[in-house]
């Protein structure tokens, strides 16, 4: 089963989701982007509350775009009553986190955008690998226990 990974962003910011995105693609890794993942007569706001919910990591890019959208903020307080990993990466050096995740350490993407997302990339597949051995280790143990069981009668 893949990893899944929620972003979060404001549509003005764009062109930054496209590219984290595509470097995030892998057949490991499944990415949410509402404007890529809710086909048109879905409803935008079940879809985006269920990949939430399924998510493995809740990337927010938070920026003064991000900061005024009516919807980041809502799927943050989802994100964190969920008590999903929230990961923020921080767009611009003026700009603080929300509420209840203003405690997080965040990415500065501000700083060095480049050596931000590498780092975000790797650390997506690290964890991402990271799932895939502990499901193949769970798949292993429920086979051994259907042996197991099937050996019983």
Known sequence: MAYKVFISYSTKDFPLVEHLRGLLQHSSVEVFVAEYSVAPGQSLTAEIINAIKNCNLFILLWSSNSKESEWVPQEIGIATSEKKPILPAVL??????????????????????????????????????????????????????????????
């Open 92 to 153: 611009h050096a003026d700009i603080s986190l929300p509420g209840f995740i203003k405690d997080l350490k965040y990415l500065p993407l501000f700083k060095n955008p480049e050596g931000a997302l590498s780092w975000l990339r790797a650390d997506v597949f690290a964890l991402a690998k990271k799932k895939e051995q502990t499901d193949g280790l769970l798949w292993l143990g429920m086979g051994g226990a259907i042996v197991w069981l099937l050996s019983q009668k």
